[in-house]
Structure formats: structure tokens, C-alpha cells
């Protein structure tokens, strides 16, 4: 992802859905090695980046919010991860409505989350 981000940051700028998508990556790595804090970084960049081009109420601004949320998620901060679950899952209903996958990945993550908590009525309700 290294030589990737570079040629994006060289080629489009640092505002570039390319280069949001690099760091995507780069935070994948890093919350897979347990570096949650990193992760977290280049999921910010890449959320600032969606929501400079897109705007706030794109999907692809909505999957940087899942994916922050995930990253909270990994560390038990499972309020923060609602709260960005949340936004995301706010984009999705307005761009797509209540049928479609993205929505419905959102209310899985959300499920996830409270099943972690022990919240179990709440986990199936998602």
C-alpha cells in the first residue's frame, strides 16, 4: 500500500477517492496487526477525504463511517462504533433505502456490537 498511496498522492493529490481508498487498505493492515490507533488515522483521512468529494450523504462517505466504526468496534469503544454505525446507517436508508446489502451490513455491524455488550434483545432487533 505504500508505493500505492505515493503514486496516488503523486499522480491525484491527497483528496482523491483513489487515495481514500489506499488508506482503506493501509488501516486493514493495520487493525489486522492489532495497531488500532493507525487504523484508526487512515480511516479519518480516508472519511475526510469522502467527505470532501462526495459530501456527507454519499454511500461511499457511509462506508468510511462502517469502517471507522469497525475500527472502533476492534477496541470495545462500542459507543463510538454505534455512533458512526449510526451515520452510516442514516446515508444508506436516504441513498438506497432499508432493502439493500449496504443497509443491511451497517445493521449487522450494529448487531455485532450489542451482542458483544451482552444487549442480546437489541443484537436481534439489528
Known sequence: ????????????????????????????VHQA????????????????????????????TATS????????????HYGKALEYYGTALAIFLQAHGDEHTSTAATYNGMADVYQAQGQYDEALEY
Open 1 to 28: 500500500y505504500g508505493k500505492a498511496l505515493a503514486i496516488h498522492l503523486e499522480v491525484h493529490g491527497d483528496t482523491h477517492p483513489d487515495t481514500a481508498s489506499t488508506y482503506n487498505g493501509m488501516a486493514n
Open 65 to 76: 463511517f462502517n469502517n471507522m466504526a469497525l475500527a472502533y468496534q476492534a477496541q470495545s
Open 33 to 60: 496487526q492489532g495497531q488500532y490507533d493507525t487504523a484508526l488515522e487512515y480511516c479519518g483521512k480516508a472519511l475526510t477525504i469522502r467527505q470532501e468529494v462526495y459530501g456527507d450523504k454519499h454511500p461511499d
